[in-house]
């Protein structure tokens, strides 16, 4: 086993890897809400599977642990609030969607949330560079 600080990731670099993961996950949760409307209301198929509550749940979950750290620790480091705001608008946009019945309002705050929550984490990166 190698204890060389050289062969260990730097934190910038797990940070970076941090953010990079939200913006996907974010991404990929638009994707989802996007297959979801396409496959429920044009195609009728998959309901049961694409508006199962939980994945909405681990979504939110994953979302809320990924930008806890990443943009916890990168205003840590560059002292910027503007990512932390947008992220946590952005969460609660998505946490607000859990409450409203399937349909365009729960695609309208979903896709506004994981936008923000992106672009948190996007400025993110940026200002640690």
């Given at each position: 086993?190698?204890?060389?600080?050289?062969?260990?990731?730097?934190?910038?670099?797990?940070?970076?890897?941090?953010?990079?993961?939200?913006?996907?996950?974010?991404?990929?949760?638009?994707?989802?809400?996007?297959?979801?409307l396409?496959?429920?209301?044009?195609?009728?198929?998959?309901?049961?599977?694409?508006?199962?509550?939980?994945?909405?749940?681990?979504?939110?979950?994953?979302?809320?642990?990924?930008?806890?750290v990443?943009?916890?620790?990168?205003?840590?480091?560059?002292?910027?609030m503007?990512?932390?705001?947008?992220?946590?608008?952005?969460?609660?946009?998505?946490?607000?969607?859990?409450?409203?019945?399937?349909g365009?309002?729960?695609?309208?705050?979903?896709?506004?949330?994981v936008?923000?929550?992106?672009?948190?984490?996007?400025?993110?990166l940026?200002?640690?560079?």
């Amino acid at each position: 086993m190698d204890l060389h600080p050289a062969s260990a990731p730097s934190r910038t670099s797990l940070r970076r890897r941090l953010d990079q993961f939200g913006i996907g996950l974010a991404g990929l949760c638009a994707l989802h809400c996007m297959v979801t409307l396409v496959a429920v209301w044009v195609l009728g198929l998959g309901g049961q599977l694409l508006l199962e509550e939980n994945i909405h749940r681990v979504g939110l979950a994953l979302a809320v642990g990924v930008a806890a750290v990443a943009i916890g620790w990168g205003v840590l480091r560059h002292r910027r609030m503007l990512p932390f705001v947008l992220a946590l608008t952005g969460l609660v946009l998505m946490a607000a969607a859990l409450g409203v019945r399937h349909g365009s309002d729960e695609l309208l705050l979903t896709l506004a949330g994981v936008t923000l929550v992106s672009l948190g984490h996007v400025l993110n990166l940026r200002a640690v560079r």
